[in-house]
């Protein structure tokens, strides 16, 4: 549910007061596995297709990019917990020469190599994301980002699923640079 959701930033954002290099750009609050792969299809990520999640998390959306749509995928998460409990899952699933996690910042990275682009941050994020998106993407890259939309960009499609099965609705949004 959205609103968790902006509770958890609100509460995470509040407490994080300390000066940092790197900008928590949302909370960690993961995608359910059936989003997942709707985002993946909708984004229609082929085999040996190239993919970032941005902010990976636990590593969900990376892991089924690679296993399910065979995909090569790298996620970007800060949250060194977070990236090393998704790189030792990629090691117990021996998936480690299609899947990978980058231990950094998502506003350092670059992304000129992606095909298709996973988000689920926050909106003001994907405000401060979108000119290096714009910059960095080649033309065709396809992005897809969960609950909330990119100002200013039109997307190809929007796909709002009412119920994943536990009460919450998503809304799915398709762009194409
Ligand atoms: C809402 S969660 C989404 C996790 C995953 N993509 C999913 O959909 O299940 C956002 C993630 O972004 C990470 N994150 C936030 N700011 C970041 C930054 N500047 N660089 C890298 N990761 C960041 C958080 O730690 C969190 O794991």
Same mark, same amino acid.
């Given at each position: 549910m959205r609103f968790t959701f902006w509770l958890l930033a609100f509460v995470a954002?509040?407490?994080d007061n300390k000066p940092q290099e790197v900008e928590k750009l949302a909370p960690y609050y993961p995608t359910p596995e059936t989003i997942v792969q709707k985002m993946l299809q909708l984004g229609e990520l082929k085999p040996g297709e190239k993919m970032?999640?941005?902010?990976?998390?636990?590593g969900r959306i990376v892991i089924m990019a690679?296993?399910?749509f065979r995909?090569?995928?790298?996620?970007? !998460?800060?949250d060194k917990e977070l990236y090393k409990q998704s790189t030792d899952k990629i090691q117990s699933l021996r998936l480690q020469k299609t899947a990978k996690i980058i231990n950094g910042d998502i506003m350092q990275q670059d992304f000129s190599s992606a095909d298709m682009i996973t988000v689920y941050l926050l909106p003001n994020s994907n405000d401060k994301l979108r000119p290096i998106l714009e910059k960095q993407l080649k033309k065709g890259t396809r992005?897809?980002?969960h609950d909330f939309a990119f100002k200013d960009w039109k997307p190809?499609? !929007?796909?709002t699923i009412d119920d994943d099965g536990e009460g919450r609705s998503h809304t799915l949004y398709?762009?194409?640079?």
């Open positions: 954002l509040a407490q970032f999640d941005l902010g990976s998390g636990d690679a296993e399910k995909a090569n995928a790298v996620g970007v !998460e800060w992005i897809v980002s190809e499609k !929007e796909e398709l762009y194409r640079r």
